[in-house]
């Protein structure tokens, strides 16, 4: 027997809502929070003002090392038995780190997040640090770098940030540090960042039903036996443009293909363009529909895929296009990709382009903040970019009022195809001379 019926046709969209937010001071430290009825999960996440930002120059990798530092036990139990402790009540730590942050984070039902949270706080505040463990933590993470760094990219990303934003500032280093940086930190250097950074309150984030959830007792376990106000947080880095464009020529002698890194320096997260450069990049180079990946994938063929969007930290951001080419195109899917980029900041964008933007940007973000983890990070954008309250709830909306005018504004303020470094990342001895021939800057080598 054959069963026919009618393939029912799409719903209603239903309005996007953000939580309500809830700002408590407890225990010497703040909870910000975000009431989700009727959830079963609920997220707490440490936020601490330990970002990669705060790692001394030469010092680089400090945060991710003592990240992975945090579960090899504490001072009351050893490894083993803070891992059944979390295993008992079904949660795991999970650690992130950005420019702006050190996080920490548990997922647990909401009738276990206190003894999550006490957990939590014991591996932050309290760790062990044994230097046997630290070491190998250490040696760990520098031979996983060195088999990052053996691909093609990780060279050329540290090329572009340390010219964009200079080699003697931390935020001109990898976010993580290089091979070399994190096997020379040692003890000592791992045990002094945390006593500087982590016993200072910090922000404890939560997500979950809050009428089945205590504020101040979830504080009390995230806050003890900590001290010490915030550290001063600095404004924007004013970074300068160059003042014309260059190509670096990192040498890859036998390679097959041409890593491409172009990139400037652009605003930080709270500028008030933040929205129409985010559209503007989407349009430009942050979707598979965008103007770069249309021209160097589908029409020339030059690459399986490019991109290029905004990034921003608290203090400071950046414009970047990456992609691999095969080498004998190298330099003319250069010239494609500056001359796109210059064509966008002349002309701006079509309503045409806007309109698949938006709605992407949009429905996009009403997608991801569902989840308790989801809204806990959403919490932390919140927190360290002094955002308010009601940030998330107008986002939605900011994403689509935005009209060809002011992302064609935004596009013509904050793009610079004159100010671009352009990193290749290939064989130098095959694409020196089609590069100097493309006019596109005055070619260097790098010395690494």
Same mark, same amino acid.
């Given at each position: 027997m054959t069963l026919i019926t009618t393939r029912p046709g799409p719903g209603n969209a239903r309005p996007y809502r953000f939580p309500t937010v809830v700002r408590r001071d407890v225990a010497g430290g703040r909870v910000v929070a975000a009431h989700l009825p009727g959830q079963t999960l609920a997220v707490a996440l440490l936020l601490l003002d330990a970002g990669a930002g705060r790692e001394p120059v030469g010092k680089?990798?400090?945060?991710?090392? *003592?990240?992975? $530092?945090?579960?090899?036990?504490?001072?009351?139990? =050893? /490894?083993? &038995?803070? !891992?059944?402790?979390?295993?008992?009540?079904?949660?795991e730590l999970a650690t992130g780190l950005d420019w702006d942050s050190f996080q920490v984070s548990v997922q647990v039902p909401v009738d276990r997040l206190v003894a999550a949270v006490r957990l939590l706080g014991e591996a932050v505040r309290t760790p062990r640090l044994d230097p046997d463990d630290v070491r190998r933590v250490r040696d760990d993470e520098a031979t996983g770098l060195r088999m990052d760094w053996a691909n093609p990219g990780p060279r050329a990303d540290a090329v572009l940030r340390a010219d964009l934003f200079g080699v003697t500032n931390r935020w001109g280093r990898p976010l993580y540090g290089d091979p070399d940086s994190v096997a020379g930190l040692d003890v000592e250097d791992v045990t002094v960042f945390?006593?500087?950074?982590?016993?200072?309150?910090?922000? *404890?984030?939560? $997500?979950?039903?809050?009428?089945?959830?205590?504020? =101040? /007792?979830? &504080?009390? !376990?995230?806050?003890?036996?900590?001290?010490?106000?915030?550290?001063?947080?600095?404004?924007?880095?004013?970074?300068?443009?160059?003042?014309?464009?260059?190509?670096?020529?990192?040498?890859?002698?036998?390679?097959?293909?041409?890593?491409?890194?172009?990139?400037?320096?652009?605003p930080h997260r709270a500028h008030p363009d933040h929205v129409p450069m985010t559209l503007a990049g989407t349009v430009l180079g942050g979707a598979f529909t965008s103007r770069l990946n249309h021209l160097i994938r589908e029409v020339r063929g030059y690459t399986y895929g490019i991109r290029g969007d905004f990034a921003s930290s608290r203090r400071f951001g950046r414009?970047?296009?990456?992609?691999?080419?095969?080498?004998?195109?190298?330099?003319?899917?250069?010239?494609?990709?500056?001359?796109?980029?210059?064509?966008?900041?002349?002309?701006?964008?079509?309503?045409?382009?806007? /309109?698949?933007?938006?709605?992407?940007?949009?429905?996009?973000?009403?997608?991801?903040?569902?989840?308790?983890?989801?809204?806990?990070?959403?919490?932390?954008?919140?927190?360290?970019?002094?955002?308010?309250?009601?940030?998330?709830?107008?986002?939605?909306?900011?994403?689509?009022?935005?009209?060809?005018?002011?992302?064609?504004?935004?596009?013509?303020?904050?793009?610079?195809?004159?100010?671009?470094?352009?990193?290749?990342?290939?064989?130098?001895?095959?694409?020196?001379?089609?590069?100097?021939?493309?006019?596109?800057?005055?070619?260097t080598d790098h010395p690494g």
């Open positions: 680089e990798g400090l945060g991710a090392v *003592l990240a992975k $530092a945090l579960e090899e036990g504490t001072v009351q139990r =050893d /490894a083993t &038995g803070f !891992a059944l402790a979390l295993e008992g009540l079904g949660t945390h006593s500087e950074w982590f016993l200072r309150p910090g922000t *404890l984030i939560v $997500a979950g039903d809050l009428d089945r959830l205590n504020l =101040d /007792a979830l &504080g009390a !376990a995230a806050f003890a036996g900590t001290g010490g106000g915030p550290a001063e947080r600095g404004g924007p880095i004013e970074v300068p443009l160059p003042a014309g464009r260059r190509i670096i020529l990192v040498d890859r002698p036998g390679s097959v293909q041409s890593t491409l890194r172009l990139g400037h320096p652009s414009f970047a296009v990456s992609s691999g080419v095969q080498t004998a195109v190298t330099a003319p899917a250069l010239v494609e990709a500056v001359g796109e980029i210059t064509r966008t900041r002349a002309g701006g964008v079509t309503e045409d382009e806007l /309109a698949v933007a938006r709605s992407w940007r949009a429905g996009q973000l009403s997608v991801e903040l569902q989840s308790p983890r989801a809204i806990a990070s959403a919490l932390t954008t919140l927190v360290v970019h002094d955002l308010p309250d009601d940030y998330h709830a107008r986002l939605r909306e900011e994403l689509l009022a935005a009209d060809v005018a002011q992302v064609s504004a935004a596009a013509a303020a904050h793009l610079h195809p004159d100010a671009l470094t352009l990193v290749v990342e290939g064989d130098a001895a095959v694409i020196r001379d089609d590069l100097v021939a493309s006019g596109l800057g005055e070619v």
